[in-house]
């Protein structure tokens, strides 16, 4: 129940991935088995983090170590996932024809960034630090 958020977030990350169609089965493969040890190797050393400093009171060292890992795994979380969001607009906007369209397509940017960023802060309160 820990991890639910980081969860929700491969499954969107997912659901993106199988719905670009101009992207080959070798490159969903590839990114479905990135995420997936990407995962493993976050979800490890934070274990690994908790565990070293499982002690009452908990010491000042757990939370800035937990909060550097949460933090260096943003990027290699949120990066590619900007990549591929971008990369489904741009194919989304070339196949729209019509200025309404592609306007419409532009304006739907603002509701998917503002997603991106709620993922963005869900993911990054895992190195929450009181």
């Known amino acids: 129940m820990e991890y ?5 977030i491969l499954g969107i990350i997912f659901m993106l991935t199988w719905a670009t169609k101009r ?4 490159s969903k493969l590839a990114v479905i088995v990135y995420y997936a040890v990407l995962s493993y190797v976050f979800i490890a050393r ?10 009452l009171p908990v010491p000042k060292q757990f939370w800035d ?4 890992w949460v933090g260096f795994m943003t990027g290699f979380f949120f990066v590619p996932f900007l990549l591929l969001l971008v ?9 729209v024809s019509g200025t309404k ?16 960023m709620c993922l963005l802060f869900i993911f990054s309160m ?3 630090r009181p």
């Open 87 to 95: 990369y489904n607009y741009f194919l989304w906007f070339m196949a």
């Open 101 to 116: 369209k592609k306007l419409l397509v532009a304006l739907s940017l603002i509701p998917a960034a503002v997603v991106y």
């Open 65 to 68: 170590t937990n909060s550097e």
């Open 46 to 55: 934070k274990e690994e983090i908790y565990q070293e400093y499982h002690a």
């Open 4 to 8: 639910m958020g980081l969860w929700f």
């Open 23 to 26: 992207m080959n089965g070798w």
């Open 126 to 128: 895992y190195g929450y």
